[in-house]
């Protein structure tokens, strides 16, 4: 079987980015289609060279989200009745639990197979023709098959780590060390074919410039910067060692983004439907940019991002229906884990020719999960617990308690699209705008948040204040000699 897939999937070759000329200079350099066997291909090479839009290249894809949401459709019922038959169950044992009735685990294997089965479409759509209408784009971001780069195994063995750490976890338990060693595999993983890596570009290289360090121009076409370390003596030839200072940080970044949001994903699933939902709505926002960097060629990770997000959301709404308040079957934390690392790779891909703004657009259409796992570190460091320790104080919980189960998923749906669109929209505005925008939104929210968490301890300090003051003000009693004097 692994030898069947690697002669789908070529072998990646290094390819350069985009020249320093920006997007005008990638737009005015000519694309190259795949030149089209019979006369059906002829006119479908023609549409999409006559309407070069987002929704055209959507429909050339649009294979990928429909095989991904009818394989986690009909994959969620056969994983329920396999998870209840072994006992994989969520029995309601702490209060802060919605459900009263023992549910069934397993969710997150029937989307880990949608997503698989809608990658693996791709990878046959490089060998069959029709299967998938790729887009436009130059030579040098074209396959040894004459088509945009797949995506890379790496990406699916990451996603593979993730979702059987969370089995494990969810049929007998694993300790949280082991979890995060497992999420740290997933994370070497991305950075094995420098998924990721080059983020730190974006950031660091003009830093350097701006205070004078050397910067390298590396082999692969993308500026560094290089740390020799000599050698006492000359070995293998070699009398210093070449450090790639981008390439470590960089590292270390994916490293700290998939821990922060594979484990906000994990906290935020706390409601029938609402990670499942919010999921679909961050992938669909991130098709957007993905969609737009693919309009204008950005590089050779295009055709990838678009596959993942489509597949990513086809996962999630063939779950959703299965999901949803009354909910049948949950994900456990083999799907919020693996959500979260998916997520992670495209954001993280955002910025694989630098454009590191773009990355902060992913994050801003992610933001849920973001905040409420920022609010819960804030919200138990200023009462004085354990980071780790579980409360009843996250954004959906508030919102159940006002507004029921059904009524607190379906609002945070609409704040999750108000950062999606919020996020989308930096390929249309300026970037300081949706920063200052977001920034608003997220400050109203969080502080509306921490004043509810900390009603009962902020109108304690008022009583105790109040108390303080009428003592203070009550006259101290005379005795018996002062009132006859």
Not at 13 to 25: F, I, W
Not at 203 to 226: C, F, H, N, Q, R
Request: aromatic share 6%; glycine share 10%; hydrophobic share 55%.
């Amino acid at each position: 079987m692994l030898a069947f897939v690697q002669t789908l999937v070529p072998t990646p070759t290094a390819a350069p980015l985009p020249p320093a000329g920006g997007v005008l200079q990638t737009l005015a350099q000519p694309p190259v289609v795949p030149a089209p066997t019979d006369v059906a291909g002829i006119a479908d090479a023609a549409a999409h060279a006559a309407d070069p839009g987002r929704m055209s290249i959507f429909d050339g894809y649009i294979g990928v989200l429909i095989v991904a949401f009818i394989i986690s459709l009909f994959a969620t019922p056969i994983m329920r009745r396999l998870a209840v038959a072994n006992g994989v169950i969520d029995r309601p044992s702490e209060a802060r639990k919605v459900h009263r009735m023992p549910i069934a685990y397993l969710g997150g294997v029937a989307v880990y197979l949608g997503i698989l089965a809608g990658v693996f479409y791709s990878y046959l759509g490089v060998r069959i023709e029709g299967l998938v209408q790729w887009h436009a784009t130059k030579a040098e971001h074209l396959n040894a098959y004459g088509v945009p780069f797949t995506v890379p195994i790496s990406i699916m063995l990451g996603l593979t780590v993730i979702m059987l750490v969370g089995v494990i976890d969810d049929v007998s338990g694993i300790s949280p060390r082991v979890k995060i060693g497992g999420q740290f595999i997933a994370a070497a993983a991305l950075a094995i074919d420098n998924v990721g890596v080059k983020m730190a570009q974006g950031l660091l290289v003009p830093l350097a410039k701006a205070v004078g360090l050397p910067i390298t121009m590396m082999s692969d076409g993308y500026e560094s910067i290089l740390w020799n370390i000599p050698l006492p003596m000359p070995i293998a030839g070699m009398d210093h060692i070449p450090i790639d200072f981008i390439y470590w940080i960089g590292t270390a970044l994916i490293a700290l983004a998939v821990l922060g949001l594979c484990n906000a994903s994990n906290l935020i699933d706390g409601l029938d439907g609402l990670l499942s939902g919010t999921t679909a709505i961050a992938a669909i926002g991130l098709l957007v940019v993905s969609l737009g960097l693919a309009l204008i060629d950005d590089g050779p990770r295009d055709s990838q991002r678009i596959v993942l997000c489509l597949a990513l959301l086809g996962a999630c709404l063939g779950f959703l229906p299965h999901n949803f308040n009354p909910a049948t079957i949950f994900l456990g934390d083999a799907g919020s884990l693996m959500m979260g690392f998916c997520t992670c790779a495209i954001i993280m891909t955002l910025g694989d020719t630098g454009k590191t703004f773009l990355v902060a657009a992913g994050l801003i259409i992610y933001a849920v999960p973001i905040i409420d796992t920022s609010l819960a570190i804030v919200r138990r460091k200023m009462e004085g617990k354990s980071i780790s320790s579980a409360d009843d104080q996250h954004l959906h919980h508030m919102l159940k308690r006002a507004l029921g189960v059904k009524g607190a998923v379906l609002a945070l749906y609409g704040i999750a699209a108000s950062f999606a669109l919020l996020g989308a929209s930096i390929t249309l505005l300026k970037a300081r705008v949706i920063y200052v925008l977001t920034l608003i939104l997220a400050s109203f929210i969080g502080v509306t948040a921490i004043k509810i968490a900390r009603k009962k301890a902020i109108e304690a300090q008022a009583a105790a204040y109040d108390a303080k003051g009428a003592t203070a003000t009550v006259p101290a009693p005379q005795n018996a000699e002062q009132k006859q004097s």
